[in-house]
């Protein structure tokens, strides 16, 4: 009933890009740069009391709904560069192999930009009381900034990765061609 929706592959397939390329193997390393620290920063950033108000989330909201229009245009650009160049038929293993990473990188950035949009609208979402099925949700007011800030920083690596990727693609291109 849920496979239409069901994101967990982009997840799965997301951090299986976060390999070592000569052995293959998932690289710690970048499990550590891409899971462990925007945890360890947003922790930090809770610690600090660093915390939302109505400026900075309308600022994230609309910054995230850009961002998810535009990753939307960019899946759809590689889309049709990956469709152009198997149709050369002599498109290499490692040309293919970038396209479908920064394929799958952009599919997760566009998860966590909805992802994070629907978080942050629930900022807006104000309890008449702090009880809810014997839960005080009050002592619970951390998880929503912790959380947003692990994605944000999660995009924001993941942006970063992608801006390499296409970085050495097009790098590798204009050097075979010019």
Known sequence: MFSKINVLGIVQDHILTLKNYRTNKLHYPDIFLFVFLPLAISLLFIYLDFSLNDGMVNALITSFSVFAALLF?????V???TEKEVEKVSISNEKLSILREIHINVSFCILISVITNTILLTYFLKAKSCLLFNINVCSLQWILPL???YLSIQFLLTLFMILKRI??????DF????
Do not use: F
């Open 73 to 77: 245009n960019l899946l759809l650009l």
């Open 79 to 81: 889309y049709g560069l």
């Open 147 to 149: 959380t947003t800030y």
């Open 167 to 172: 970085y050495k693609l097009l790098a590798k």
């Open 175 to 178: 050097k075979n061609r010019y």
